[in-house]
């Protein structure tokens, strides 16, 4: 079974610092699955520090052999909004419809655990949450 990875955990592999990204590699050698949001959300993130790094950090991910990348189908999308619904004003976090989205690709996909360094995504229910 795979694991599901958060743009969080990519972003800390990004960040430059030695000690975060050591955290957040420890997951790149595992079978994974990523939402295609995930390569917006890159993209914006690089893009504001380091425009001309997105197409090389995009393809670098892409070929990732143990990294799968789901797009978005319609069984997906309306569990999304499902989930957002579910927790809108329940959770101290306001989940994102790019939250739910990475939330929903999860679940669909089989994945045994979601893995984030995001402490807001502790509430979640439907799925095992591993917070590095």
Do not use: N, W
């Not at 694991?3 to 430059?16: A, E, K, N």
């Not at 990475?102 to 917070?131: N, P, W, Y």
């Amino acid at each position: 079974m795979s694991i599901y990875l958060d743009t969080f955990v990519f972003m800390d592999l990004l960040s430059g610092s030695k000690e975060i990204a050591e955290k957040a590699a420890v997951y790149m050698k595992e079978e994974a699955v990523v939402s295609a949001v995930l390569l917006t959300e890159l993209s914006f993130h690089i893009g504001r520090r380091k425009k001309s790094k997105i197409d090389e950090v995009l393809f670098y991910l892409q070929s990732l052999p143990d990294l799968r990348i789901v797009p978005v189908s319609a069984e997906i999308a309306s569990l999304a909004g499902k989930l957002r619904a579910a927790y809108f004003k329940k959770i101290e976090k306001k989940l994102t419809y790019f939250d739910c989205i990475h939330l929903a690709t999860a679940l669909v996909s089989g994945c045994t655990k979601f893995v984030t360094g995001d402490r807001g995504f502790a509430a979640i229910q439907e799925i095992e949450m591993e917070i590095y």
